[in-house]
């Protein structure tokens, strides 16, 4: 499948998984081959199938980038609703699940304007204790380029929503 082509359809369901589930899960390989699956919550992505996140607290991320920068990224759209609807109908109006495969590149300061993106999504909570605690330091980001997708699929119930 041509990640170019479905690229609107995928950024659809990345938004539906980060309306439900306020994160997405990225997995790296550490240098003895072992899986390691990160949730991060401040992940953003353009129109040119890349995207990037504020680089804050995992501690194996970084290690696992000095020998390998690629990464799957996952995002599920868990609504109680959407799944409900679906079962019920039998079908799903749009897919339930994503991975995105690609490479990151090196830690870097974020922009005016990526900043500004994440104070307006996390705004809602900037007077809360636990803002400023885990919050008000996040200025490094890290971009991704994505080159290959697959998404997660269900039998009969997500025939025709790919391409």
Known sequence: MDLQKNWPGILEVLGNA??????????????DGNP?????????????????YFDAYSKAMPKNFEHNRRICLMGVNSG????????FRGQFDSAPAVRL??????ARDATAEEVE???KRIGIT????????????LDRVRDMRFDGFSPATYPAMCDGLWQ
């Open 18 to 31: 980060r309306q439900s589930n306020r994160f997405f899960s990225i997995a790296t390989v550490d240098a």
């Open 36 to 52: 390691h699956v990160t949730p991060i919550g401040h992940v953003f992505f353009r129109d040119d199938m890349t995207g990037y």
């Open 80 to 87: 109680t609703g959407f799944w409900l609807k679906s079962l």
């Open 101 to 106: 495969f690609g490479e990151v590149g090196e």
């Open 117 to 119: 993106k994440l104070q």
């Open 126 to 137: 900037s007077r809360l204790k636990g803002h400023q605690l885990i919050w008000s330091d």
